[in-house]
């Protein structure tokens, strides 16, 4: 099971497991996403690299106007992959 | 008490070549798992090498339809994963170019993350091809 929901303008929560199998889901909210957001991932049980992919994207697009994406409430599992690809760099984390 | 499920019988499946059939490739993985205790830290393990080969081998291994075969094994001190792609064209892992975990944000690119964490989380990951099958096999330590 995935859930995204986007919260409030500059907070999305994302719940479950996010697989390969839920990218365009995942990409139908985070294309509405204009301005700095907080991706509250507390209850994101596991993610692949298709979903920390959208993320970098996310990241990417925001930062050309100066924005940028903040990680909050990360699982140590999901952390430990921030870390062990350098993304940890990348997003403010929380 | 996580890791101190029996050494057991090899189980295997077969699964369409699609990234809709993940959710019967975790539960597949769920089940294992829950058999042997295996623990939430080789669960999250397993599943993110499991899905990265497997969606690897759906968005790669265009030119065949042909199912993916998935094997779990609990080898005692280790768990093997792994996954069997028939009638399709040599794809080394080996041959990716090294992930640069230090590039700045502008000079990241789409490819190789999936593949740089899967070898940084499995112990060892092995690739075979011959008769125009494709094998990779990813072990990981029981704690």
């Not at chain 1, 199998?21 to 909210?29: G, N």
């Not at chain 1, 907080?38 to 970098?56: K, P, R």
């Not at chain 2, 399709?88 to 990716?96: G, I, K, L, Q, T």
């Not at chain 2, 993350?113 to 075979?128: C, F, I, M, P």
Request: aromatic share 6%; with cysteine.
């Amino acid at each position: 099971m995935f859930e995204i929901e986007a919260a409030a303008a500059d907070r999305v929560v994302l719940r479950g497991r996010f697989d390969a199998a839920q990218e365009a889901r995942a990409k139908e909210v985070f294309d509405r996403i204009s301005g700095s957001c907080t991706l509250d991932l507390e209850e994101l049980s596991y993610i692949s690299s298709a979903g920390l992919g959208l993320l970098v994207a996310l990241q990417l697009r925001l930062s050309r106007d100066g924005e940028g994406v903040t990680l909050t409430n990360v699982n140590p599992h999901i952390r430990e992959l921030l870390r062990l690809s350098g993304l940890d760099q990348v997003f403010a984390v929380a | 008490v996580p890791g101190t499920g029996q050494r057991g019988i090899r189980i295997e499946g077969s699964f369409p070549k699609a990234i809709s059939s993940l959710d019967r490739v975790f539960t597949f993985l769920a089940g294992f798992v829950e058999e042997h205790r295996l623990g939430p830290d080789l669960d999250f393990c397993l599943k993110f090498v499991l899905e990265e080969i497997f969606t690897n081998m759906v968005k790669h291994n265009t030119g065949s339809s042909r199912e993916i075969r998935v094997a779990l094994d609990h080898l005692g001190h280790e768990v093997l994963v792994e996954l069997v792609d028939d009638d399709v064209d040599p794809f080394d892992p080996d041959s990716v170019a090294p992930l640069a975990v230090d590039a700045p944000l502008e000079e990241r690119r789409p490819g190789g993350l999936g593949l740089h964490l899967v070898k940084s989380l499995a112990d060892r990951l092995t690739y075979e091809y011959r008769d125009r099958e494709m094998k990779v096999s990813i072990y990981k330590g029981v704690a």
